[in-house]
């Protein structure tokens, strides 16, 4: 039987990855429905993740297919762009995205879908940002390690005043209050994860707003995000570097870890921005310095990427491992191959170095004497 020149059209995109239909290899795909070549041509990064939801192709390893794909300098370039992409493209661009009533979609869809999934699939800080594996041999260890290493490049000192914006479920305040002794006050908007974070801080000097990061209020010693730029968007970059600057005492430090992307952008993935991270994006070294320009001195510029990619297959094997009890939970099948895909494409991404994990420490009037780096 002769092949479809849409499968042709495929194979040849596949084959510059060393990616094979149907082919051995751990990375290579199985297709199990012919309309997946039409869908992946016609719908791009869209159509591959929903084809994948719906069953239409597998493959042994999710995560080196992902690393094999994305290790190809503009690949999508080769890929047709769809009516519904095209059609999201002028909203990116024209309007603010992640305005204070936008920013909650990510909220209620993403982050408020059960506090007792969460701790299925992460460690017992609830971390939902990249560990830190230098002398980790396990998720939990690698979390520790990272928080105790923000704290130190923070520089926090007992009876400080830290404001973190965008507190997740807590995990960092606790570990800062218990064992540096600072005051931390956090800001989320998450009603799930405050209350979460509400209930573990009991008896600790924390303090929870659910309120948006930019009603934060008052003047703090040190300003800490992490994983908190990613919900920011382009057109607010320079007034989310003005507030951590408003909000920070003279010679305070505003620390900063966030993914971050290897070029500008204005929108992200279109499968990540559906089914994953709505009103999302990734910030640019570009962007962010600019942002940071006549308000802060750049101490220090740290990347972790590769962390990103243990961490994230940390997570799965949780997933994965916990999924008969998850699933009990109202979860379906398709979500459970819409969470392996995020997971895997994801780890797939940093391992390729598409992605980048970033932690910028950022000094209000530089520090005298300069800055010791922390790694």
């Known amino acids: ?42 719908h791009g990064s869209l159509g591959l993740g929903e084809s994948y939801m719906d069953g239409w192709w597998d493959a042994p390893a999710l995560d080196q297919f992902f ?4 290790s ?12 519904e992409t095209i059609l999201l493209m002028p909203q990116a661009y024209l309007l603010n995205m992640q305005t204070k009533t936008r920013s909650k979609k990510v909220a209620r869809d993403h982050y408020d879908i059960g ?51 965008g507190c997740g479920w ?20 998450s009603k799930e994860q405050i209350a979460y974070a509400r209930e573990k801080a009991k008896g600790l000097p924390i303090e929870y707003k659910e309120a948006d990061y930019r009603d934060a209020t008052g003047t703090f010693d040190t300003v800490v995000a992490i994983g908190m730029a990613e919900h920011v968007g382009y057109r607010n ?5 003005e507030l951590a600057d408003a909000r920070l005492k003279e010679g305070g430090i505003f620390f900063l870890h966030t993914i971050g992307g290897n070029r500008s952008v204005k929108r992200t993935d279109p499968w990540i921005e559906k ?7 990734l910030p640019s070294m570009a962007q962010l310095s600019k942002a940071a320009e006549k308000l802060f001195v750049m101490e220090d510029w740290h990347n972790l990427s590769t962390n990103y990619d243990k961490t994230l297959m940390a997570w799965w094997e949780n997933f994965n491992h916990n999924w008969p009890t998850i699933k009990s939970n109202h979860f379906n099948d398709r979500f459970y191959r819409m969470w392996k895909y995020y997971l895997l494409c994801c780890a797939g991404g940093f391992r390729a170095r598409r992605n980048q994990l970033w932690q910028v420490v950022y000094s209000k009037g530089g520090i005298r004497g300069g800055y010791k780096s922390i790694r």
């Not at 690393?67 to 994305?70: P, V, Y």
């Not at 560990?131 to 998720?139: C, E, I, P, V």
């Open 1 to 42: 039987m002769a092949t479809s020149p849409l499968k042709k059209k495929t194979q040849e995109i596949l084959a510059l990855a060393d990616v094979t239909i149907n082919g051995s290899n751990s990375w290579d795909i199985q297709v199990h429905n012919d309309d997946f070549y039409d869908r992946v041509l016609s």
């Open 67 to 70: 690393d094999k794909i994305l």
């Open 72 to 83: 190809v300098p503009n690949i999508e370039r080769k890929v047709s762009i769809d009516l």
């Open 115 to 165: 506090n007792d999934f969460y701790e299925k699939m992460l460690d017992p800080y609830m971390q939902y940002t990249c560990g830190y594996w230098k002398d980790a041999r396990n998720l939990n260890k690698a979390q520790e390690d990272k928080l105790d290493m923000i704290c130190k490049k923070a520089m926090l000192k007992k009876g400080e005043t830290v404001l973190e914006l």
């Open 170 to 189: 807590g995990g960092f305040s606790r570990f800062a209050a218990q064992h540096y002794n600072v005051h931390v006050t956090g800001y989320n908007i």
């Open 237 to 241: 970059y320079r007034s989310f570097m």
């Open 275 to 281: 089914y994953v991270f709505p009103n999302s994006m």
